[in-house]
């Protein structure tokens, strides 16, 4: 009896071990999960935004994109508000409006933990445009441009600024930032004239700070590698330059970048006399151009995914597109006939410039005022007498033409429209 009382406990305690190690069975044995359902509830730890400052033309908007972190925080609701309403708005979204000339800071808060991230928005009362760039800024902008303008009603609606210097690379661009080298030509527009003034020799640095500006434009040299080359050192020299800028400035401008242009097909006999150009191309690209020009594409694409730059105006896709029509075969024509160019890769001074200047007005105004290029072409300035460089002069038939190239290349700037059928 009593080493039957010594054995109760030891079977006792091997009856709890054989119940430990049973095998659950999920269908019927259900899982007590009160531990699970009481953990307290993921906290949100930070908030941030897309943007911590940014420039606005008055009527303009932009919308902020808030994180939370961390991700798996439950309770993401967000409410924005504006420090000042009357200069800029902000709804339940996020997205800013702009209402006058001023600054306003824009506050997200988290509904958990009362987290806040904040943007810093300047309201500019005119749209503030900066061109940094080489002759290739200059084909587009340096005739036609301004009559575009003029013509839409639009000259007193905007600030322009033009720093060129030809030839000159992106990291020229941005070493010349650093060093503040006082080598660039400092244009601004003259509407009596409808020509731009040269106004001396002066620094990047000093004109980015000279006014908050909407919108700089950046541009690669097209007579190099450098204009389809890609790799850590030319996205590094285009980070270096936003980065300066912006730096420069209380807001933040938008940032766009000019495509190249693949340089003229060899068929065309006049091309062969620039044999420079012509080794390049055959060196490089195989004497094709259609493969020079998606290489340019592509570049531009690596561009505007993996740099902080805004949105690209190809120019370079809108010459490609009139070179289909038949404005490039016209034999009529006094002059050797240069596949739309001047010297195998700038811009013809008359019809290859005008294509460009729509492109950069469409890109640039049309998004902000609603304007479009005023059709039909007026010739404001006095740019159509023909001379050697200019080879194609503008016609009110050509110029709808162009404007077409033009138009296609905004809606589609890495692809080319076949318009043979013009």
């Known amino acids: 009896m009593s080493v039957l009382r010594l054995l109760i406990p030891v079977f006792a305690i091997m009856a709890i071990l054989a119940c430990s190690n049973k095998e659950i069975d999920p269908i019927t044995d259900p899982i007590d999960d009160d531990n699970a359902n009481n953990k307290p509830p993921v906290a949100v730890f930070q908030v941030s935004l897309d943007k911590y400052k940014t420039t606005l033309y008055k009527g303009e908007s932009t919308s902020l994109v808030s994180h939370i972190f961390p991700e798996v925080a439950e309770n993401k609701k967000i409410t924005w508000a504006s420090s000042d309403e009357a200069i800029a708005t902000v709804d339940e979204t996020g997205k800013v409006t702009a209402v006058a000339a001023g600054e306003a800071t ?3 808060t988290s509904e958990d933990q009362n987290k806040t991230a904040t943007c810093h928005v300047v309201v500019t009362d005119t749209y503030n445009v900066l061109f ?25 609606k905007i600030n322009l600024h033009w720093m060129h210097l030809g030839g000159r690379t992106m990291a020229q661009h941005s070493a010349a930032y650093i060093i503040g ?19 001396g020799l002066t620094p990047l640095p000093q004109t980015a700070a000279a006014y908050e ?47 190249a242009v693949a340089y003229g097909d060899p068929a065309f006999p006049d091309i ?3 044999s420079g150009k012509q080794s390049i191309l055959q060196n490089n690209f195989g004497s094709d151009q259609i493969l020079m020009y998606n ?4 570049r531009a694409k690596k561009v505007l995914s993996e740099t902080s730059v805004d949105g690209v105006i190809a120019t370079g896709t809108m010459l490609q597109n009139l070179r289909t029509t038949s404005v490039n075969n016209n034999t009529s024509l006094l002059l050797p006939r240069a596949d739309l160019t001047r010297d195998s890769y700038h811009m013809d001074k008359g019809i290859s410039r005008f294509g460009a200047a729509c492109t ?7 998004p902000i005022f609603g304007a479009k290029v005023p059709v039909p072409y007026t010739d404001l300035d006095g740019s159509v007498s023909l001379t050697v460089d200019y080879r194609t002069p ?7 033409i162009a404007l077409e190239a033009a138009r296609n290349a905004v809606e589609k700037p890495f692809e080319i429209t076949d318009m043979s059928d013009l």
């Open 132 to 156: 940094i760039g080489n002759s290739f800024t200059q084909d587009a902008i340096e005739n036609h441009f301004l009559s575009l303008i003029t013509t839409a009603g639009l000259k007193d």
């Open 213 to 259: 500006w909407n919108l700089v434009t950046i541009q690669e040299h097209t007579g190099n590698k450098d204009a389809w080359a890609w790799d850590k050192y030319h996205k590094d020299n285009i980070e270096s330059l936003i980065k300066n800028i912006t730096n420069d400035q209380k807001g933040a401008p938008a940032f766009m970048y000019v495509m």
């Open 394 to 400: 503008v016609t009110t038939e050509n110029a709808a």
């Open 272 to 274: 062969q006399s620039y």
């Open 106 to 108: 824009i506050t997200a």
């Open 295 to 298: 290489t340019i594409a592509d």
């Open 181 to 199: 080298s006082a080598d660039y030509y400092y244009n601004i527009p003259n509407y009596n004239t409808l020509k731009w003034t040269n106004t």
């Open 360 to 366: 950069f007005f469409e890109s640039i105004f049309t």
